[in-house]
């Protein structure tokens, strides 16, 4: 049975770069033994081991100075501490997977409705909640890039307000479904909620990235035929397909809030 091995051999066996086993050995987390004739290294079981316990901790992602600091103290509290931090990470990225699995749905779905042109329909607003809000596009993006999170920032939306009358838009909200503050623990005690109830719902595909009055014509038309009363403010969310720059395929869901329930 052979006792020695070169690192060109462990490093297949384990599946690593002979780069990453000079790595560890120059970290002081591997220790060969050298051929004292030509200074090759020499691996032993006892290294192939030291290796398995570096490879199962880089697979935790547990730093290099973190390895190097439990195999030197051997303090299993240490470890226990790791452990937690990274349990609490990895829960972290759980939910936020499972929330931008939800944001792809989203974002599927709009594609269908552009696709299929299934026009305008009625829906209830999710429950939403208010992080800021202001009149200049500039500063409200400025203050969702500086303010959130990389998490938040992709999981919140960007909706615009305009007046029905004039066409003009009004303010900018920086918001955040109710269910994915929950998911990640955000607290919304500070937060403005944003309850628009039933709306007259569609998606448009915005000249210029900005809202026209012929965007909307569809939707006043879908209430007056059905008798409904409706706000005077339409919530507009935009959606870039593909990039914020790309102007030809900016689209946008509008929400216009229906005041009256008992339309025919």
Known sequence: MKQTYTIGEIATMLRIGVDAIRFYEKKGLVHPKKDEKNNYRIFSMYNILELLDVIYYRELDISIADIVSILQTGKKENMRELLEEKRKKAQQRIRFERQLIKKIEYIE???EIIESCQGVKIKEFPKTWIFTHGSEKEEIMKSQIVDLTK??????????????QSGNMQNL???MEQSIMKEFGISWEKCTPLNLGLCIYTVVQLSDMTLQKKDIKKILDFAKQRHMVCDDIVYVHEIPLTAYTDETNYFAEIYLPIKNQDFS
Do not use: E, R
Request: aromatic content about 24%; charged content about 5%; glycine content about 4%.
């Open 173 to 175: 909200y920086i918001t």
């Open 109 to 111: 779905g709009a594609y």
């Open 151 to 164: 998490d938040q920032f992709v999981m919140s939306h960007l909706y615009s307000t305009y007046n029905m």
